[in-house]
């Protein structure tokens, strides 16, 4: 591998350090690097440009660490799958690096190193990068998972030394593309070669995803008895159990925080605790969120939201005030921010006796919610708020309205279910989210019901009114889409209802880029959108 | 999190690194033998600073691996770097024609590292001639690392698995780090790692992974 032509960003806090190992890259032949000094400074150069390989140390002062920084930039889509990604940590941190469960480096190297180690450790990851190249790139394009199975399996014929990782990925696709019966297979067929971790942890996500609970959650506890460490298996253990057994589920997310502490997990403690009313833990854990990053890239309202109201539970108003006017320093000032702040608010103030002040506040909330579309974490905050000021009609139509427009989301449920629980209507609550998310399922039944049996005009107006009243609704918009396009392969070109459909297309993206659907519709709206087809 | 104990072996690993880092540079300047060995030294306490903190924390119950998928040519070889330049004039021959069939095995190569080195450098100092390094397929699943050298073999003791002999030879550190490291690595079928030791023209040392 020549690195010559090859560019890097090497991330360091330390100035002598980075100056060492821009000797040490040039060293070994890589002598176009930039650097970072931190984290803002790293997200600037990556939108900025793009970039063949990465090298991060892991520890990134304020707080914050390599690992949050390649999560954040995996998540946001700032990392193309084509850059590799090299952390660099010491002895005392590599078990963070190595057991980092959904967003693990390409590879890691322990300090100290010399440049040829560091040479040949970059010819590898980006050696592998290149032989799955034609993966990646199916991989980042939207509606691309079919070609990417395909593109697996052109690979796997390959017999490249990479089939291992090959079937990983295959296994991620299937799974994403509910085959969970092919991906259980693919798992099982590793495990009967080789025994490793990610496959067992797959063997259960695929068993539970085919409803077989109790198999997966004894799958997993046997997976952690063998390997201790590995983080994905904590985390779909507190998955499972989270329906069923929260208290259970705060103790497995507690051991994975022994083995790498994290600022989701610590936000996944705290949510847990509180729900299992176990206040002072949630405060602990909210608090060590907030204060732990310095950055400020790694914070959500969310967990200010959590520090507050674990403080109100306890109290403790003074404290629980400081923490909501505290997010106003920490966050832009979004219309978000300002309802979630009310919201909250309002809250502490009705836990603490003062009626009025309470009622102010949750006004506050509403009024905004009136004049902009709130995400459903702040929404299902007002409906809380509403609530414990009384308002259980208000709250009721909150949770509905976003419960139909997320009806697949199951943690959006299970948040509106708590809420619910908190006020005392468990069953009343589970009652009116079973029934929106039936109604939803039946809507959407019905309507490619009508559309099989040739009634499709009368589909497309059904799918659209809903389409266009729920928009974060993925499973709604994909279905308009459909639709819209079966109707014009039947019917012949329509560029009127090609466009609309593209425009439903859209929609659903951005509310599930993932959703197991999408990629089908997208590929027959390319089929019909292309100049062969006419 | 570790205790103070653990945190003093790394403050003291961490000093070591530092060492080592200035005896190379001295190294540039100067090419005397006397800071090779130096340089050997420190990298060999390092070594045992490592094996140290990982008993520690067996003894506390927190010695957790982290078992991984590796590509067994590419870990074969950083093995042969680390080791290189061979501390003594004795040949090693190795046979890693299985890593290629094999392909990827799942192991915590940070700690199997230290167990194959340091059986490496043991068979080096005991070795008349030759050391030989060899990976294969085990039958029944798992994989096997061996290490032979044609010297005087174990001692009696250390083939009887007497732990408190063993402390007492030079290599005894070694060989407990290295029952622990196979021990702790197991498969949810209950299947588990171990070492076997031998005598047969030399001391032959194994470690099977499963």
Not at chain 1, 72 to 95: C, D, H, N, Q, W
Not at chain 1, 467 to 492: F, P, T, V, W
Not at chain 1, 511 to 533: C, G, I, Q, T
């Amino acid at each position: 591998m020549d690195l010559r032509e090859k560019s890097g960003l090497l991330i360091d806090d330390i100035p002598e350090m980075r100056s060492t190992i821009r000797i040490q890259l040039a060293d070994a032949g890589l002598e176009k690097c930039d650097v970072a000094r931190n984290i803002k400074e790293a997200i600037d150069k990556l939108a900025a440009r793009r970039y063949d390989l990465i090298l991060c140390d892991y520890n990134l002062g304020q707080g914050t660490d390599g690992q949050q920084f390649l999560e954040l930039v995996r998540r946001k889509k700032l990392l193309p799958l084509t850059t590799a990604f090299l952390m660099i940590t010491g002895e005392s941190s590599y078990e963070q690096v190595s057991t980092a469960a959904e967003y693990a480096p390409d590879d890691y190297l322990l300090k100290p190193f010399t440049s040829e180690t560091l040479r040949t450790r970059m010819g590898r990851i980006l050696d592998k990068k290149e032989a799955l190249k034609p993966l990646y790139r199916h991989l980042s394009q939207p509606g691309g998972r079919h070609q990417a199975l395909a593109a697996c399996d052109d690979l796997l014929a390959a017999r490249t030394r990479y089939s291992l990782d090959i079937l990983r990925i295959k296994g991620e696709l299937l799974m994403a593309m509910k085959r969970t019966d092919e991906a259980l297979a693919l798992y099982e067929g590793v495990l009967e070669l080789r025994a490793t971790p990610w496959a067992e942890v797959g063997k259960a996500r695929a068993l539970a995803a085919d409803g077989d609970d109790e198999a997966a959650r004894h799958h997993l506890e046997r997976a952690l008895e063998a390997y201790p460490n590995y983080l994905a298996a904590y985390d779909s253990l507190a998955q499972l159990l989270e329906k069923t057994d929260r208290p259970a589920a705060q103790q497995v997310v507690e051991r994975a925080l022994k083995v790498a502490p994290s600022t989701q997990r610590q936000r996944h403690i705290g949510g847990l605790a509180f729900d299992n009313k176990d206040f002072g833990r949630a405060e602990e854990a909210f608090r060590r969120t907030v204060e732990k990053d310095r950055s400020g890239f790694f914070k959500e309202h969310g967990d200010y939201a959590g520090l507050a109201k674990s403080y109100a539970e306890q109290g403790k108003t003074r404290e629980a005030l400081a923490a909501v006017k505290n997010m106003s320093s920490h966050f832009q000032h979004t219309p978000e921010l300002a309802a979630r702040q009310a919201a909250v608010e309002s809250q502490v103030h009705a836990k603490a006796g003062n009626a009025e002040a309470a009622r102010i506040a949750m006004d506050k909330a509403l009024a905004v919610m009136k004049e902009v579309e709130l995400d459903p974490a702040t929404s299902l905050e007002i409906a809380q708020a509403c609530f414990v000021g009384g308002r259980s009609e208000a709250a009721t139509d909150i949770i509905r309205g976003v419960a139909e427009d997320h009806h697949e989301d199951d943690s959006v449920f299970a948040r509106a279910q708590a809420i619910f629980a908190e006020a005392g209507l468990n069953d009343e609550g589970s009652a009116l989210l079973d029934e929106t998310r039936r109604r939803l399922i039946k809507l959407n039944n019905d309507a490619v019901s009508l559309a099989k049996a040739g009634a499709l005009d009368q589909a497309i107006v059904m799918l659209r009114e809903a389409a266009d009243r729920l928009r974060h609704n993925a499973q709604i918009a994909i279905n308009a889409a459909l639709a819209l396009l079966m109707h014009i392969q039947e019917n012949g070109m329509d560029v009127a209802k090609l466009a609309l459909a593209r425009h439903y297309l859209r929609q659903a993206e951005e509310a599930d880029p993932n959703h197991a659907k999408l990629d089908e519709v997208e590929a027959f709206y390319r089929r019909l959108a292309s100049p062969d087809s006419q | 999190m570790d205790s103070l104990v653990a945190v003093a072996i790394h403050d003291a690993k961490n000093a070591l690194n530092a060492l080592n880092v200035w005896l190379a540079e001295a190294r540039r300047d100067c090419q005397a033998p006397a800071l090779e060995r130096a340089q050997e030294v420190a990298g060999n306490v390092s070594a045992q600073l490592v094996q140290l903190l990982t008993l520690y924390r067996a003894g506390e119950g927190s010695l957790r691996l982290a078992v991984e998928d590796r590509q067994l040519d590419d870990f074969l070889a950083d093995v042969m770097a680390e080791l290189a330049p061979p501390p003594t004039a004795i040949a090693i021959a190795t046979d890693f024609a299985a890593a290629a069939d094999i392909g990827v095995w799942a192991f915590d190569a940070y700690q199997v590292k230290f167990v194959l080195l340091d059986a490496l450098r043991n068979a080096l100092r005991h070795a008349s001639s030759r050391v030989h390094f060899t990976l294969a397929a085990e039958s029944g699943g798992g994989i096997r690392f061996s290490v032979a050298d044609d010297g005087p073999g174990f001692p009696d003791t250390v083939l009887g698995g007497d732990t408190s002999a063993m402390a007492k030879t030079s290599s005894g550190l070694g060989l407990t780090f290295a029952r622990l490291i196979a021990a702790h690595h197991a498969t949810p079928s209950g299947r588990h790692g171990r070492i076997e030791l031998a005598n047969d023209g030399g001391a032959r040392f194994a470690l099977i992974l499963p």
